[in-house]
Nanobody
Framework: QVQLVESGGGLVQPGGSLTLSCAAT????????MGWYRQPPGKQRESVAR??????TIYASDVKGRFAISKDSAKTVSLQMNNLKPDDTAVYYC?????????????WGQGTQVTVSS
């Protein structure tokens, strides 16, 4: 059974930085993508940053240049967030898209709160 464990959220002032980390436990078969999503208060979950198995990184337009995703190993991914803004306040979720014998499976972490406020 694969589980994703996130860490690194918290309260930060505007302009500050945070690093989120995600580690997968259990066996992954063939990971095609790892990424971070977020759900702001009262809104739907949205993609923030993703890294594909070929190394291509994809960022949401409002975080490009401020956030950097890094696949640190086959089972860990991190998100460096700089120059944080109040609009970045959300619950951030780690995601791993993995292909096994039964097809594509999306694994999700439990979420970590990021609050940007003075």
């Amino acid at each position: 059974q694969v589980q994703l464990v996130e860490s690194g959220g918290g309260l930060v002032q505007p302009g500050g930085s945070l690093t989120l980390s995600c580690a997968a436990t259990g066996s992954l078969r063939s990971t095609i993508q790892m990424g971070w999503y977020r759900q702001p208060p009262g809104k739907q979950r949205e993609s923030v940053a993703r890294v594909r198995s070929d190394g291509l990184t994809i960022y949401a337009s409002d975080v490009k240049g401020r956030f950097a995703i890094s696949k640190d190993s086959a089972k860990t991914v991190s998100l460096q967030m700089n120059n944080l803004k109040p609009d970045d306040t959300a619950v951030y979720y780690c995601n791993v898209a993995d292909v096994g014998p039964g097809g594509l499976v999306n694994y999700w972490g439990q979420g970590t709160q990021v609050t940007v406020s003075s």
